[in-house]
Structure formats: C-alpha cells, structure tokens
C-alpha cells in the first residue's frame, strides 16, 4: 500500500500534505465542448482536515484511467474466483 506521510516527522510549521484522494457519490460530468470530465472528490490530508474539489479529466486521461480500473476489477474477480 502507499506510505503516508508522519506529520510528526514535519517540523511545526509546515503545512498538512495530502495522504489520498477519495471520490464523492455523486455522478461526473463529460462537457463535450472542452473534451474534459469532471469528477467530485474530497481531498484527505494528514493533519486530519479534508476538502472538496473537482479532479478533472482529458479524454486521454479518461481512457487511460477506464484501463487501469478494468484491470482493477479483473484482478479483484481473480481473487474471488468470479
């Protein structure tokens, strides 16, 4: 898994850095007109704040993310015998 950063191991006065990113149950958005997708998400850092954004996408970036999921599924049905 990722190794997130100590905050403890920071020096007091340094700001919290990003530990993930998790989407929000909410549906995206492709604008046909700028060729993006937008998608809701919450940002977690480690000092334990969070935050909304919007992660955007290009179509390339799309495409490429659509593979590496399906290669997620796939790989969780493996485990399970599916």
Avoid: I, K, W
């Avoid at 549906?27 to 935050?51: K, N, P, T, W, Y």
């Avoid at 954004?53 to 969780?76: D, G, I, K, N, P």
């Amino acid at each position: 898994m990722l190794d997130h950063p100590n905050p403890a191991s920071r020096p007091p006065s340094a700001p919290p850095r990003v530990t993930h990113v998790t989407p929000l149950r909410r549906d995206a958005v492709f604008d046909g007109r700028a060729e993006q997708a937008a998608l809701q998400v919450v940002v977690h850092d480690d000092g334990g704040g969070s935050s909304e954004t919007v992660m955007v996408f290009t179509v390339a970036q799309l495409e490429q993310s659509y593979a590496q999921f399906a290669r997620l599924l796939a790989a969780r049905d493996a485990v399970r015998g599916e």
